[in-house]
């Protein structure tokens, strides 16, 4: 499994990104897929997660209405458009594959993670 | 503040064991199996535990889960220089409808 985040960098407040997440050596299109995101010095922060086909998606509290996770299976590839950015979004945002049950959830693959600092 | 509940650090002595505690409720710890992850300084977080207690292939038997109630413990016995590191605990939680991590317990080997 091979998971490469990009699209971070420095943004205005108010302002937008587009993270991607590249997945390969594995059948993308029948996993869950899930962002979390870890703000400098601080602990881990589940952000986001998409059903393998996209049509259920779920947020923290912290992002829902600002942030918008989806995917492309055509392309093996995760997004999370990123709105109305505000200082405390700052963090390195990280993609992981998901094994999702009936009563079970884990992060079982993690990407390297991207870098959104968001400062004027 | 976390909605699963860790102590900040532990530490213990070379080859001696360390558990470190994961706290939550009946939407989340109570009704959904438990993961614990390590994160080594600079690294990005790995999987160490799912299901509550089993061990993903090329993770040492040194490494433990339980669970009881609404609260999780991760075991590490044979402690080596090597497992210093931040762990957290992690679970789905039902009311919520989110995934959810505690605050991380860091752990020193003296």
Redesign the interface.
């Known amino acids: 499994v091979q998971l490469v985040e990009s699209g971070g960098g420095l943004v205005q407040p108010g302002g937008s990104l587009r993270l991607s997440c590249a997945a390969s050596r594995f059948t993308f299109s029948t996993q869950v897929m899930s962002w979390v995101r870890q703000a400098p010095g601080k602990g881990l922060e589940w952000v986001s997660g998409i059903s393998g086909s996209g049509g259920s998606t779920y947020y923290a509290d912290s992002v829902r209405g600002r942030f918008t996770v989806s995917r492309d299976n055509s392309k093996n590839t995760l997004y999370l458009q990123m709105n109305s950015l505000r200082a405390e979004d700052t963090a390195i945002y990280y993609c992981a594959k998901a094994e999702a049950g009936s009563s079970g959830y884990y992060l079982d693959y993690w990407g390297q993670g991207t870098l959104v600092t968001v400062s004027s | 503040q976390?909605v699963l509940t860790q102590p900040p650090s532990v530490s213990a002595a070379p080859g001696q064991k360390v558990t470190i505690s994961c706290s939550g409720s009946s939407s989340n710890i109570g009704?959904?199996?438990v993961?614990w992850?390590q994160?080594l300084p600079g690294s990005?977080?790995?999987?160490l535990i799912?299901?509550n207690n089993k061990r993903?292939s090329g993770i040492p038997d040194r490494f433990s889960g339980s669970k009881s109630g609404t609260s999780a413990t991760l075991g590490i016995t044979g402690l080596q220089t090597g497992d210093e590191a931040?762990y957290?605990c992690?679970?789905?939680d039902s009311s919520?409808?989110?995934?959810?991590?505690?605050?991380?317990t860091k752990l020193t080997v003296l």
């Not at chain 2, 990005?44 to 999987?47: E, G, N, R, V």
């Not at chain 2, 919520?96 to 991380?104: C, K, P, Q, T, Y």
């Open positions: 976390s009704n959904n199996y993961s992850y994160q990005a977080p790995k999987l799912y299901d993903p931040d957290y992690g679970t789905w919520l409808s989110a995934g959810v991590f505690g605050g991380g």
